[in-house]
């Protein structure tokens, strides 16, 4: 029994360790609003867009949809008393400090929640995380239980 | 005397002049790596597994009340996905935080099963790394495609304007 019990350790300890939950992403503070404490981010992500795409095929001229990516700018607001920011120890920075740390054109790093350890040991230790607030999903309304 | 009277005073407010932020900061050029962590390394291949996570759009069928009544609607959920890909050091570029490529086989003595690297599909931008340890590696490969996001399907709408549900699994 013992033994079972220890090559369950060993083997459990021989896997790599997995990462819970999604990567954060980067984003470049445009602009920070001190006083309402409203910083403006920039991030550059990848969308697929379906683009008509001429083709000849059996020498005969098609049009065909084709997924292409393309990078898009994406502007996103954040509210300091709103949101969390935390540092890659995954301590809550206050707001007094946020307002020096968070520097116009400075790379910070955003989240939906508090990212994995695993991802933030490759993290300079003063970088800022900023947590948002997840894409907004329509909850259910379900019907009042019977009595 | 007059214009080194202005001088002096120019260069007297430029000192005491508070620094102003960068109107339009610096933008990165190109897409922002992705973190990921190593699984398994082959040494002989040169061959590197590692662990990707994407977020997916999933359609969801939710039951709600409306007039008194319930009615089905589809709904959109972000689900985290973990998928397990590879890459051939030999055939692929790796990168330092300064940007300076690293030859595959030192690449290979400096990684770890459980590391964490940033993997891209081009050199990254400066900007992204500036907030990354140094000795970071860079795993750059054109192979790696990136997760596309997919396209939500143009659903017909019935008359309420609302697309029809989706069936439950």
């Known amino acids: 029994m013992t033994s079972q019990f220890a090559i369950l350790v060993v083997l459990s300890l021989a896997q790599p360790p997995i990462p819970n939950g999604p990567q954060p992403q980067f984003a470049i503070v445009r602009s920070f609003d001190k006083a309402l404490g409203q910083a403006t981010l920039l991030q550059i992500q990848a969308v697929s867009e379906v683009v008509p795409e001429k083709a000849i095929v059996n020498g005969q001229e098609v049009t065909r949809n084709v997924i292409r990516q393309v990078l898009r700018t994406v502007e996103t607001q954040f509210s300091v ?7 890659t120890a995954g301590k809550k920075v206050p707001a007094a400090e946020v307002s020096k740390r968070l520097k116009v054109g400075a790379t910070v790093l955003v989240a939906s929640q508090q990212p994995d350890p695993l991802y933030l040991r490759v993290v300079l230790p003063e970088t800022l995380i900023l947590i948002t607030s997840p894409m907004p999903v329509p909850l259910p309304k379900l019907p009042p239980p019977k009595t | 005397m007059v214009s080194q009277t202005i001088t002096l005073l120019a260069l007297f407010s430029l000192g005491l002049a508070p620094e102003r932020p960068p109107r339009n900061p610096p933008m990165p050029k190109g897409p922002q790596p992705e973190f990921v962590t190593i699984q ?22 939710v039951a709600v009340l409306e007039n008194g009544r319930q009615v089905t609607k589809t709904a959109y959920r972000q689900e985290y996905r973990m998928s397990k890909r590879a890459i051939v050091l030999e055939k692929e570029a790796v990168y330092d935080t300064a940007g300076k490529k690293v030859a595959a086989q030192k690449a290979l003595k400096r990684l770890k099963v459980g590391d964490t690297v940033l993997v891209a599909t081009q050199p990254v931008d400066p900007l992204y790394l500036r907030v990354i340890r140094p000795g970071t590696l860079i795993l750059v490969s054109s192979a790696v495609s990136m997760p596309p996001i997919p396209v939500v399907p143009a659903f017909p709408k019935d008359k309420s304007g609302e697309p029809p549900p989706k069936r439950l699994p």
Not at chain 2, 40 to 61: F, G
Request: hydrophobic share 40%; net charge negative; no cysteine.
């Open chain 1, 81 to 87: 008393e709103k949101g969390t920011i935390l540092d």
């Open chain 2, 40 to 61: 398994a390394i082959d040494p002989a291949q040169k061959r590197i597994e590692y662990l990707h996570t994407e977020v997916v759009i999933v359609p969801i069928t």
